[in-house]
């Protein structure tokens, strides 16, 4: 079992930055990748970023290319997200998840995932 915590959501003006934060006890040997995927109220689950867990290989979502980074630190076992520039549309609940696969936008490919935290971007 995995377990995952966000912390680091809140309120933010727009073009203010935010870092968000998730951390994995449990059988964390077993993760390939972690994501962030965010969904909005009305909205589909949107894929935000992933990072594999051996390498640091990078993947983001077409609307946060260069406006937000993922990092890991294994020996935390943590997965942060720094959110730069952000837009009223970028208001959301963040959640990450763990997966096996190598299909990194693909939520469905997710087995473990955090409660979410809520961000919010006022105009």
């Known amino acids: 079992q995995l377990q995952l915590v966000e912390s680091g959501g809140g309120l933010v003006q727009a073009g203010g930055s935010l870092i968000l934060s998730c951390a994995a006890s449990?059988?964390?040997?077993?993760?390939?990748?972690m994501g962030w995927f965010r969904q909005a109220p009305g909205k589909e689950r949107e894929f935000v970023a992933a990072i594999t867990w051996i390498g640091g290989f990078s993947y983001y979502g077409d609307s946060v290319k260069g406006r937000f980074t993922i990092s890991k630190d294994n020996a935390e076992n943590t997965v942060d997200l720094q959110m730069n520039s952000l837009k009223p549309e970028d208001t959301a609940v963040y959640s990450c998840?763990?997966?096996?696969?190598?299909?990194?936008?693909?939520?469905?490919?997710?087995?473990?995932w955090g409660q979410g935290t809520q961000v919010t971007v006022s105009s």
């Open positions: 449990g059988r964390t040997f077993r993760i390939h990748a």
């Open positions: 998840a763990t997966t096996g696969y190598s299909r990194y936008t693909e939520a469905d490919l997710y087995n473990y």
